[in-house]
């Protein structure tokens, strides 16, 4: 068992896939300042290629398969009926005069910005009878409009017609402290504002969690290796290695979804085994007083 142990080992150091990446380890080694070079130029172009080219699919039909028979027709109905991408603002008051009186100043304002918004209806012109949609005791009544959204919208979608939504309630919801209408409240839903709210929080929440994942890491790794100085470069690596596997995703996929934007996370919680082994072994092989190049040379094959 010991003899097969050896040979186990030294097929380990010494087998191809060992010595191909002690030729590499020494090629690193051999020009340090290339090597930091090299890499923080990528890093930034990844960042680059990141901004500029990575998309984030905010819609919750992203993440079903396209050609699953039930999502198809789902698409065939959506594509023939639009209409589920309306923004639907409901007003709630004490009176139905407060509730009209609402639901015509936030109607006006609503169609004034026909940059961000189409189709308002609100209330049916003339004729006899209810002229706002409203609810049979007048408490309630409703604005629908639809967002306008540009085909290169990409995560904005429609953020921008939301924003301005939410803005326009705001302003008319003060004045409706202050005048007539008396005291409403005015809420925003819709499958848009769902799903933007959604993607918003889920960008929000990763951005935490990884700063939380890094910070832990890093006490994690000072603790066990006793010092600031290792934990710094495997942050560092970790840094370099989110840059490659954004700028990778954003050429080959071209997008994030609501699931998969959580996936930075995950990369730093398994990608720090690596290098925890690494500087493991490499810590080891100095404190047997092996010099800079030959810990490194050896921590890379025997890792």
């Known amino acids: 068992d010991q003899g097969e142990a050896v040979m186990a080992g030294d097929e380990r150091t010494h087998g191809p896939l060992a010595s191909a990446l002690r030729w590499w380890g020494s090629l690193v080694v051999s020009f340090p300042r290339l090597t930091v070079l090299l890499s923080g130029v990528l890093a930034v172009a990844g960042v680059l290629v990141t901004g500029f080219q990575l998309e984030f699919q905010t819609s919750r039909s992203d993440l079903i398969d396209p050609a699953a028979p039930f999502h198809r027709r789902w698409l065939d109905y959506v594509q023939a009926f639009p209409d589920t991408s309306d923004l639907v603002v409901v007003v709630f008051g004490r ?92 809420g925003l839903t819709g499958i848009p504002v769902l799903e933007s709210d959604e993607m918003v929080r889920s960008q929000r929440d990763m951005m935490w969690a990884s700063l939380l994942a890094a910070v832990g890491v890093a006490v994690l790794m000072g603790v066990g290796f006793g010092g600031a100085r290792l934990p710094l470069v495997i942050l560092l690596g970790l840094g370099l290695s989110l840059a490659y596997s954004f700028a990778g995703t954003a050429l080959t996929i071209g997008h994030l979804n609501i699931l998969s934007v959580s996936f930075a996370v995950v990369l730093i919680g398994l990608g720090v085994d690596f290098s925890i082994h690494f500087l493991a072994r490499y810590v080891q092989t100095r404190q047997g007083e092996a010099g800079l190049v030959e810990a490194l040379n050896g921590s890379v094959a025997e890792v």
């Open 95 to 186: 009176d139905r005069v407060s509730v009209e009186v609402t639901l015509e100043r936030l109607g006006r304002r609503v169609v004034e910005h026909d940059d961000v918004f189409r189709s308002v209806l609100y209330r049916v012109p003339g004729g006899k009878g209810p002229r706002y949609f409203t609810t049979a005791d007048g408490r309630t009544g409703f604005l629908r409009t639809a967002p306008v959204v540009s085909d290169d919208a990409g995560f904005e979608g429609a953020a921008l017609a939301i924003r301005r939504m939410r803005a326009v309630i705001s302003e008319v919801e003060a004045e409706g402290r202050t005048g007539e209408a008396g005291d409403v409240e005015i």
